[in-house]
């Protein structure tokens, strides 16, 4: 069965480091998401993209984070600097479908990020 | 903006009890999702919901959609340790793209 692949599983890092997370989804799949999950908490999306267009990014914050997906397949998410307050396990997940809020969502295993 | 909210937080059981989270949106949905987290996972699919008033059963578990499409439910029957995990729901609003996730409802399971 086709999964969404993430690297690194984890990354510890200092403040005021970047760090930068990748993600490979399920071959066909045109839409693409960013997700951050505080422990204990739900998923909050910071991105979504449809192909390599962004669709939502109105909870990225963009002074310090930023995300591509050039060729529309796999995609970065980069934080520079870091801070204490984003460690986080950062989902991506995608779909088939293009953009709509009533397709299955397939989720990656996450990247923990702990930041010192 | 749009909210979820799910209650409760935690609830711990006795294996074979019954299990109930609720779901509440401040604004109508167009549809709802349930996804699964086991401890030390990722969120996974179970089932979604999009008429007003739905219900739909996967063995132990029933899910219903209120009238209002405002609230949703998940009931899980005779709970089994293999339940153990969160289960979040996610709902968009009419014309969105986005689904916006609840906080969850952490399971745990006396054996």
């Known amino acids: 069965e086709a999964e969404v692949a993430q690297s690194p599983r984890y990354k510890i890092t200092e403040k005021s480091q970047a760090v930068a997370f990748w993600c490979d989804p399920i071959?066909?799949?045109?839409?693409l998401y960013w997700y951050r999950q505080i422990l204990g908490q739900g998923p909050e999306l910071l991105v979504q993209?449809?192909?390599?267009?962004?669709?939502?990014d109105s909870q990225l914050p963009k002074d310090r984070f930023s995300a591509e997906r050039l060729k529309g397949v796999d995609s970065t998410l980069k934080i520079q600097p870091a801070e204490l307050g984003d460690s986080a396990m950062y989902l991506c997940?995608?779909?088939?479908?293009?953009?709509?809020?009533?397709?299955?969502?397939?989720f990656g295993p996450g990247t923990r990020l702990t930041v010192l | 903006g749009q909210q979820v909210m799910q209650i409760p937080q935690y609830q711990h059981v006795q294996e074979g009890e019954d299990f109930t989270t609720y779901c509440n949106s401040s604004t109508t949905l167009s549809n709802i999702q349930w996804y699964k987290q086991r401890p030390g996972g990722h969120p996974v699919f179970l089932i979604q919901?999009?008429?007003?008033?739905e219900v739909k059963k996967q063995k132990r578990l029933t899910f219903q959609f209120g009238e209002a499409k405002k609230n949703s439910s998940l009931h899980i029957t005779a709970t089994q340790t293999t339940d153990v995990g969160t289960y979040f729901c996610a709902g968009s609003g009419r014309g969105a793209q986005k689904l916006v996730f609840g906080q969850g409802t952490r399971l745990t399971i006396n054996p």
């Open positions: 919901l999009v008429k007003s008033g």
């Open positions: 997940a995608s779909s088939p479908g293009t953009a709509s809020s009533t397709d299955t969502q397939y």
């Open positions: 993209f449809q192909d390599e267009s962004v669709v939502d």
């Open positions: 071959s066909g799949h045109a839409t």
